[in-house]
């Protein structure tokens, strides 16, 4: 037997026997309306050690957030079923089903569904946190459709506050010159 099989094999090494796993069932995690979307929360900063967050999302023909600018955090999304409009700086494309898509911190960006039916997404943050605005959305009503938001209610005391301390900024949807 190898020294590295033996130490694999000793229940006495931490690794072996310490539970560190996070798991969520499907159809389990917070679940909230924003922007007019619905999503569910599978994996936190808080639950992650801050490592990442992780977000099952459903948006509607017409839903999308405003376009924002993570100064701290990278987004990655990863499309399910259907397609979104990307807004990437000043330019957009389309993303659709098995699409992956990676924003930088510091960029510019937003996803609309410019389609006709609903799409469903994956997306992560890394570090994990800023999943933690969707706490300021509306609680789901079962047999309705999530209302769709107008930029003011992104202006929000807490979804301000939130943003603040995150490093999330509001930006226009133009060109980024617009004021």
């Known amino acids: 037997m190898s020294p590295t099989s033996e130490k694999f094999g000793d229940t006495q090494d931490p690794r072996c026997s310490t539970s560190g796993a996070v798991h969520v069932p ?6 909230t309306w ?9 994996a936190s900063g808080d639950s992650t050690n801050g490592s990442l967050g992780l977000v099952d999302a ?6 999308g957030p ?6 701290r955090t990278d987004e990655a999304f990863y499309v399910l079923s259907g397609q979104l409009e990307i807004l ?3 330019r957009t494309f389309i993303a659709g089903t098995g699409d992956f ?8 960006h937003r996803f609309k569904n410019t389609g006709v ?3 469903r997404m994956l997306f992560m943050f890394t570090p994990g946190g800023d999943e933690g605005v969707f706490r300021y959305g509306d609680e789901p009503q079962p047999g309705h459709p999530a209302p769709v938001w107008t930029a003011e209610r992104f202006k929000t005391p807490e979804i301000l506050r939130f943003n603040e301390e995150s490093g999330i900024e ?3 949807e133009g060109d980024p010159g617009e004021v």
Do not use: L, Q, S
Request: hydrophobic share 30%.
């Open 88 to 90: 990437d700086g000043a």
């Open 34 to 42: 924003f922007a007019g979307d619905t999503y569910t929360i599978k």
């Open 117 to 119: 039916h609903g799409t």
């Open 66 to 71: 405003v376009a924002h600018i993570h100064t």
């Open 58 to 63: 459903t948006v509607p023909p017409g839903g």
């Open 170 to 172: 509001i930006v226009p």
């Open 101 to 108: 898509v990676f924003i930088p911190r510091g960029t510019r």
């Open 26 to 31: 499907a159809g389990e995690g917070p679940t």
